[in-house]
């Protein structure tokens, strides 16, 4: 029977990973064109593709909250059950922020100046390399294992979020520089900071990893 809850809450996590990756897949397909939309005042495209967004969001959701019943009911020990609750309501808030994004520049009526717009796209690519990379770990995590391959990874998403970090802190810089009310300014940087806080998020995330590493190593 543990083993038998041990594979559901397997299956599920590689569920939960697949939504995730769905959201985040659909966010940097879409980016461009929601950004563009905005700009073409087309509003019912625009909303139908921040509905698509929220409807895969909401399955993410419904499948952490079937991976926290099952840690609940057992399945790992409860020191592995409480790591793996914190990662994945993690993850789960990666899929929470790209809805935000989405929401932002649709309800706030955003239009993003073409300034910011390949800036804006190399964070969202670069986020998305690390989070790909998060999750190989994860699914590692798992099952088997080498310890210094994860390491590498492990450094090699703090890498992805310094790089992320640079281009936020440049895109900030010149935003001030340009011939916005300061209103917008603040519109635009709000919007800057919650795409760069999905980096963030997975790099904290990681740490969580090298935690449990450490621990299953006392």
């Known amino acids: 029977m543990f083993f038998k809850k041990t594979n559901t809450i397997i ?28 700009i073409n005042n087309r509003v ?38 409480k790591s793996t609750m914190r990662l994945v309501e993690g993850v789960d808030k990666v899929a929470d922020t790209t809805e935000d994004v ?12 073409l300034e910011l717009h390949e800036p804006l796209c190399q964070m ?11 999750f190989d770990i994860l699914s590692k995590l798992m099952t088997t294992y080498d310890q210094n391959q994860m390491i590498r990874q492990l450094v090699e998403i703090e890498e992805f979020e310094s790089k992320v970090d640079l281009i936020e802190e440049e895109l900030i810089r010149n935003l001030f520089q340009m011939d916005l009310d300061l209103a917008e300014k603040l519109q635009y940087k709000s919007l800057i900071k919650t795409i760069s806080s999905m980096s963030d998020l ?10 449990i590493l450490s621990s299953r190593n006392i």
């Open 124 to 134: 969202n690519a670069i986020t998305l390399e690390q989070l790909n990379s998060f």
């Open 44 to 81: 019912d495209q625009l909303n139908n593709l921040t509905e698509e967004l929220k409807q895969r969001e909401h399955q993410a959701d419904l499948i952490r909250h079937d991976v926290i019943v099952e840690l609940l009911r057992g399945g790992f020990l409860v020191d592995s059950r």
């Open 202 to 211: 997975i790099e904290d995330l990681s740490d969580q990893v090298e935690i």
């Open 102 to 113: 989405f929401k932002m520049i649709a309800y706030e009526r955003i239009q993003i100046p």
């Open 11 to 38: 299956d599920l996590l590689n569920d939960h990973i697949d939504a995730v990756k769905s959201c985040y897949q659909i966010y940097m397909d879409s980016f461009e064109d929601i950004v563009n939309l905005q």
